[in-house]
Structures are given as structure tokens and as C-alpha cells.
Nanobody
Framework: QVQLVESGGGLVQAGGSLKLSCAVS????????MKWYRQAPGKQRDLVAS???????HYADSVKGRFTISRDNAKNKVFLQMNSLKVEDTAVYYC???????????????WGQGTQVTVSS
């Protein structure tokens, strides 16, 4: 019943900015962590940024100083503000959440469908 939906991707020139959003629906009991991954064609899906329930953040070295992850606990949403975009940032960006659904006892891993980000030179 849990569904994650990303939005905000698109085409932008190098040096520009985009803000990605991810909303989760369903019977959510609690969310432990929210993460953004990205995957370019022919490459591995890599972690870009994460934020925990304690608001601790982590960033991949390649995006430090340019990307900012944040969350809206009231709306169960996570955001990724991307500034100073580079061509190498081009990828499909995926939202990931570690959450507890309904009355289940354990946390589980859920993925969104992905949103395309294309940065042109």
C-alpha cells in the first residue's frame, strides 16, 4: 500500500538549479530515514544524500556543497535541492525511504519510480 512518487526532474543547463520532491502515501507508522539515489545509464545506482529521523544528513563527496537534502515530517516528504548542476549530475534520481507500515513490527525499504534529471552544457 506504500507508494513513493518523485517529481521536479527535468532539463537544465549547467550551473542551474532543480529541486526534487518525493511524497509517500499509505498507512505510514513511522519513517526512519529518507534517501536520494541516482543512476546513470550503464552505471551503478549510488547514494546521493540521506537524512535520518534525527535530522542527521550525509552527502556523497561529488555533491557536497551543491546539494541539500531536507524533509517535511508533517507531510512525509523529502526534498533534494540541487544547485550548481554539472553535466555529470545527469541521471535518474530515485527516492528511497526506510519506514514502518501500518501495524508491522519491522522497518522496510521502499523505492520511488525515479525522475530524470538532464544537465546540458
Amino acid at each position: 500500500q506504500v507508494q513513493l512518487v518523485e517529481s521536479g526532474g527535468g532539463l537544465v543547463q549547467a550551473g542551474g538549479s532543480l529541486k526534487l520532491s518525493c511524497a509517500v502515501s499509505g498507512r505510514i507508522f513511522s519513517i526512519n530515514a529518507m534517501k536520494w539515489y541516482r543512476q546513470a545509464p550503464g552505471k551503478q545506482r549510488d547514494l546521493v544524500a540521506s537524512i535520518t529521523s534525527a535530522t542527521t544528513t550525509h552527502y556523497a563527496d561529488s555533491v557536497k556543497g551543491r546539494f541539500t537534502i531536507s524533509r517535511d515530517n508533517a507531510k512525509n516528504k523529502v526534498f533534494l535541492q540541487m544547485n550548481s548542476l554539472k553535466v555529470e549530475d545527469t541521471a535518474v534520481y530515485y527516492c528511497n525511504m526506510i519506514l514502518r507500515e501500518g501495524l508491522l513490527d519491522t522497518y522496510q525499504n521502499y523505492w520511488g519510480q525515479g525522475t530524470q534529471v538532464t544537465v546540458s552544457s
